[in-house]
């Protein structure tokens, strides 16, 4: 049951009743009976809330940073005429900052047997599920003195994929993939590299690369191209322990790797080559395996969007191994984790010769360009303790990067809004080098 | 759980029904039910003992029963009376003491009528802290004692020494005598003084009808009654006659009757009409509406599990404030030549050995680039390290400086 304010204002106006005509208890009686009587008539003549029925429809997954629009139709099956508000509840981080309170209330007039259909409209603040929690009806009498309200739940999820804001760069990195298709006379020949076709020497290609034969054959010199090995094999494991929690900007490091590992996988699919993704911390938090091309990036993107930095610290042991048991064969593992002196030394070096004894090894690691403002900062002396303190954190980055370097891996450190352009770049100069 | 009074619409519905409203609140309403009435048990039997101030029944500490019952002790006939006309036939008895104990609380009429009874000879009249009005009517020749500005002068209760000629007083000596203080006629007896006037004063008539004026009653009450002399003192005052009539009225009776009170207590609501306190109680009925208004909320508050917030150079900025707090310029200072050594040594194609540049091949082609003397491109980059803060931050633009001038000689 609830009332409204027009039950407090009737019985306040009856003050006046009471103080000017009647002061006693008749006179409260006179005017708080017939209000009363007024709410009981609503109570009864409301439109029953618990006999509606509620479906949903509309959007179940969308970027982060797009709206979704979920549609909940609601039936009135009573034979009274439905004059209701309604709540379409959502957690705080579904709607756009401010627009909670507003955006889920709708008012609706459903005559009897008849349904009417309200259009909610999200905008998510986070990745991941957002579930709706539930819809609130209340249902108000003829008079609008009293209603009834009552709650359902109408199940939905509207999942919030990873923006994929690198997107931008994919244009100019496949473009030099095609450069490459056609290049690769100067590439050192003998790593596997396969024949793609005969064309004219230019000045600048590689004189070791000259087809004798196919030049007696005709009146130019002709030079062999070959193609850059496709069909090979790329895991993408991402680490989702407590370094990547870190808030760079506003996003935590994890966010950054997810938009290079899609923009990785999305260049490599397109280059011919096979990608894998781990997730892993303490334990395995997800992988997708063996996808076709045409839905690697959907299937990536849907396992990504549940991904959360988990507060442990990650068992690079477990790690490498669920590594080796997902790349069998040769292939090139990029591992995205932090560079932080500690977990790299006692976790990750000990293991890493398992890996780059049969794989290339390519680790990316999201830099923070905070820490540059840090270092730059002068004038007052918090600010020269700060630029140290940057200072000796670079130094400890670079240190563990050239430890990892030395053990055979390519390290790339790099801020989010570079790290994915990075890491195609390092991918197309491994290709272009014949070492996958 | 079943439900199996719902309808397969209400599958979705997420409110209890009537049933399960009753089967999860019924222990909840027999709780509250058999609160309310022991409540109503507890206030039943405890509430016939409200005494007001100075009644002879009341135990409680502002009673006065345990004076009374040591006058009945010594063989005196206490009664109380409630009406006007036993109060009248009270005081036309011959050797009577008669108590009014809120003199205040009688209207005008009422003490009118008490000082128009012919009293009996050999008889007393007490009254307890009265003011102007009840004193105009029943002791014209005593008077309030003001203060020049005309406000009733009163005292705090404490033992003063009787100095007075009055043999109950003279006999109790020392006493808690204060509240209200009086000016007393020609021939009265004045005890107790105060700040020259007087709380207890006895004016004889005719016949020995006697009248006894008493600034505050707190000698008699229960809770004093055993502190110096105010025992004797009270017996005193109130044993000199066989009989002891102490007046009761219903005070309240005789203002709901329309008879405003003599001592001019008016207090804010006898200024609003009568009609408007039910107004105000139809008011409060509209408050509790609007609160059952307020009170429900359209659906409960949704909560979520939210991410914590970790900046990722926090440790770095830690680092930076502990640095600063145990002053470790010197280390503050390696890291800064450090970092500036790693940018300038690829910048002059000095090679690295061991990931650090030579010492002397780096501070070379620095000075040769920079055109300054070697010893202090040295002195920068190797040397001690800075003795306060402000070296240390001259010692940073030095640096900044050096470094600009070998990136654009």
Redesign the interface.
């Known amino acids: 049951m609830v009332l409204t304010g027009r039950t407090a204002l009737l019985a306040a106006l009856g003050a006046l009743v009471v103080g000017l005509l009647l002061p006693s208890w008749a006179g409260i009686g006179a005017v708080t009976l017939p209000v009363l009587l007024g709410v009981l008539v609503d109570l009864a003549l409301a439109a029953p809330v618990r006999t509606l029925r509620l479906d949903r429809s509309g959007d179940t997954a969308i970027r982060l940073g797009e709206s979704a629009t979920v549609e909940l139709t609601v039936t009135n099956p009573s034979k009274r005429p439905l004059r209701a508000q309604l709540r379409d509840a959502w957690p705080p981080s579904a709607w756009r900052p401010g627009t909670a309170a507003a955006g889920s209330r709708h008012t609706v007039t459903i005559p009897a047997g008849e349904r009417r259909r309200l259009t909610t409209l999200l905008a998510p603040t986070r990745r991941g599920d957002h579930h709706a929690h539930r819809v609130t009806v209340r249902s108000m009498g003829p008079l609008g003195l009293a209603g009834r309200q009552g709650s359902h739940r109408a199940p939905w999820t509207v999942r919030a994929l990873p923006p994929f804001t690198s997107r931008k760069h994919l244009p100019s990195r496949l473009a030099r993939l095609r450069e490459l298709d056609g290049r690769t006379s100067v590439l050192a020949r003998g790593q596997g590299t396969e024949f793609d076709s005969l064309r004219e020497y230019l000045p600048g290609d590689d004189v070791r690369s000259i087809d004798w034969r196919a030049s007696a054959r005709r009146n130019t010199v002709a030079v062999r191209t070959w193609r850059p090995e496709r069909d090979r094999h790329i895991l993408i494991v991402l680490d989702t322990g407590r370094t990547s929690a870190g808030r760079v900007g506003d996003a935590p490091r994890l966010d950054a790797a997810l938009d290079a590992a899609l923009l990785l996988t999305a260049l490599a699919t397109r280059a011919g080559d096979r990608v894998d993704l781990l997730a892993h911390d303490l334990h395995r938090r997800g992988s997708v395996v063996g996808r076709s091309p045409n839905e690697i990036l959907p299937a990536f993107t849907n396992a990504m969007a549940t991904l959360e930095p988990a507060l442990l610290e990650t068992d690079m042991r477990a790690l490498t191994s669920s590594a080796l048991r997902m790349a069998p064969h040769r292939s090139l593992i990029v591992l995205i984790t932090g560079l932080d002196a500690r977990p790299i030394e006692e976790g990750l070096l000990p293991h890493l010769p398992l890996l780059t004894r049969r794989h290339e090894v390519v680790l990316a690691s999201v830099a923070d360009p905070r820490l540059d403002d840090l270092a730059t900062a002068r004038g007052t002396v918090r600010d020269v303790y700060g630029a140290a303190a940057a200072e000796q954190t670079r130094a400890d980055r670079r240190r563990t990067a050239e430890r990892l370097t030395r053990h055979g891996a390519t390290v790339l450190d790099a801020p989010p809004a570079t790290l994915p352009p990075a890491l195609a770049d390092a991918y197309l100069a491994l290709k272009a080098a014949g070492r996958l | 759980m079943t439900l199996t009074t719902?309808?397969p619409?209400?599958t979705?519905?997420?409110?209890p029904?009537h049933r399960q409203l009753w089967l999860r609140s019924r222990w909840f309403l027999l709780c509250a039910v058999l609160l309310l009435l022991v409540g109503l048990l507890i206030a039943g039997l405890g509430g016939s003992g409200q005494y007001p101030p100075l009644d002879p029944r009341s135990p409680d500490r502002d009673g006065a029963r345990a004076v009374v019952a040591l006058l009945e002790k010594q063989g005196l006939t206490t009664r109380t009376v409630a009406t006007q006309d036993d109060l009248a036939a009270a005081l036309a008895e011959p050797g009577t003491t008669v108590v009014l104990p809120e003199p205040d609380l009688l209207t005008t009429p009422q003490l009118a009528r008490i000082a128009e009874v012919r009293r009996g000879s050999d008889s007393r009249l007490v009254l307890i802290s009265p003011e102007a009005p009840a004193l105009a009517a029943l002791a014209p020749g005593i008077a309030l004692a003001t203060t020049p500005g005309g406000i009733p002068r009163s005292a705090g209760s404490t033992g003063v020494p009787a100095d007075c000629p009055l043999p109950e007083a003279d006999l109790a000596g020392h006493a808690e005598l204060g509240g209200l203080l009086y000016q007393p006629g020609a021939g009265d007896t004045a005890c107790y003084p105060r700040f020259g006037a007087y709380p207890l004063i006895r004016h004889t008539g005719p016949g020995s009808r006697e009248l006894v004026v008493l600034g505050s009653g707190r000698l008699l009450s229960n809770d004093r009654l055993d502190k110096d002399g105010n025992a004797s003192l009270g017996m005193g005052l109130l044993g000199s006659r066989q009989r002891l009539v102490w007046y009761l009225p219903d005070y309240a009776a005789a203002a709901a009757a329309g008879d405003a009170p003599a001592g001019g207590q008016r207090t804010l609501d006898d200024y609003i009409p009568?009609?408007?306190?039910?107004?105000?109680?139809?008011?409060a009925?509209?408050?509790l509406?609007?609160a059952?208004?307020r009170g429900?909320r359209?659906?409960?508050v949704?909560?979520?599990n939210?991410?914590?917030?970790?900046?990722?150079?926090?440790?770095?900025?830690g680092?930076?404030?502990l640095?600063?707090r145990a002053k470790a310029r010197g280390?503050?200072?390696d890291?800064?030549r450090?970092?500036a050594r790693?940018r300038l040594a690829p910048a002059l194609g000095v090679p690295p050995t061991a990931?650090e540049p030579d010492p002397a091949a780096l501070c070379a082609a620095v000075a040769d680039r920079s055109g300054r003397p070697a010893a202090e491109v040295h002195a920068l980059l190797y040397g001690t390290p800075p003795t306060d803060?402000?070296a240390?931050?001259r010692f940073?633009?030095d640096l900044?400086a050096l470094e600009r001038q070998v990136r654009q000689p």
Do not use: I
């Open positions: 719902a309808g619409e209400s979705t519905s997420v409110s029904t009568r009609g408007w306190t039910w107004a105000g109680l139809q008011l009925v509209a408050a509406l609007a059952v208004w429900r359209l659906g409960p949704v909560t979520e939210l991410p914590v917030v970790v900046r990722a150079t926090e440790t770095t900025e680092r930076a404030r640095y600063q280390r503050a200072a890291a800064l450090q970092a790693h990931g803060d402000a240390l931050v940073t633009d900044d």
